[in-house]
């Protein structure tokens, strides 16, 4: 049985394969940068379009650190570019856009940018639209767990209460996982929001990829069959939770 699309609401989206792609061009990794970022836009029209409820994009990890400085300062460029570009395009579409992640380091700048965009969007109810950028899974975690040892000092951490104390608390799971550039690997991202993610890995390099291929792989989504730990299909990770904890009670008695 295929999945009503209905049920495919947050899709989250390595956008890798930028270095390569320019690479095959003979071109520096910088271009393939500039030509991912200017595609991005379209992708979020489409997804605004398709009527998810969001969208996150990872955009600069933690380990992306480790590049050459002058690459990393062109992501950093990069990034202020799309937010002046796109100012206007977010609000006019009501979308509630965030950065998560650790961005410390950029320039003064570009963090009013993203404070102002965050504060003038806070209320939209259009497209969720996160970007991640200096962000690492495993960092969000443990800043989460720290974050609720200092505020609930000696007391036992819940599911619950993770998801509190995540970057966007209570963020929705993750349905659909999609990365460009053909590896096939999570590279740190969204580690627990992901968790019972549908996985699509596509060998097209992010400047390649067009809107067309994005709904293609939206649609796709309609001939999984999530299961969530059952025997049958099932339409969400609380249903079998819930019937988890039948079983067990049923037991018991
Ligand atoms: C993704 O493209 C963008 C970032 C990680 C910032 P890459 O720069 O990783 O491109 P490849 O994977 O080397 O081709
Ligand atoms: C993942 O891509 C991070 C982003 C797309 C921002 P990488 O290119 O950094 O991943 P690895 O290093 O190949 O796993
Ligand atoms: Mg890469």
Excluded at 214 to 237: K, M, P, T
Aim: aromatic residues 10%; glycine residues 6%.
């Amino acid at each position: 049985m295929g999945l009503d699309l209905q049920n495919l609401k947050h899709v989250a989206i390595i956008m890798d394969g930028n270095g390569r792609w320019a690479g095959l061009r003979s071109h520096s990794r910088v271009w393939g940068h500039i030509r991912g970022s200017d595609i991005v836009s379209s992708i979020v029209e489409e997804a605004d379009e398709f009527g998810l409820k969001a969208l996150t994009l990872y955009a600069f990890s933690t380990e992306n650190w480790s590049r050459p400085l002058t690459e990393v300062k062109v992501l950093f460029k990069l990034l202020k570019k799309f937010l002046n570009r796109e100012r206007e395009r977010i609000l006019k579409n009501k979308i509630k856009f965030k950065v998560i992640g650790d961005v410390s380091e950029l320039p003064l700048k570009t963090k009013q940018l993203i404070k102002d965009l965050e504060r003038d969007t806070r209320n939209m109810e259009g497209l969720e639209l996160t970007f991640c950028f200096g962000y690492g899974a495993r960092k969000e975690i443990i800043d989460g767990v720290n974050q609720f040892i200092k505020q609930n000092p000696g007391k036992e951490i819940t599911e619950n209460d993770l998801n509190d104390h995540l970057y966007i608390p209570k963020m929705r799971d993750v349905d659909l996982l999609i990365r460009t550039g053909g590896d096939q690997r999570i590279s740190n991202f969204l580690l627990w929001q992901a968790a019972y993610a549908e996985l699509y890995f596509t060998p097209t390099k992010w400047p390649e990829f067009t809107r067309l291929e994005f709904r293609e792989i939206l649609e796709d989504f309609g001939n999984r069959e999530r299961r969530f730990g059952q025997v049958r299909a099932s339409q969400s990770l609380m249903e079998s939770i819930e019937q988890a904890q039948k079983n067990k009670s049923q037991l018991r008695n």
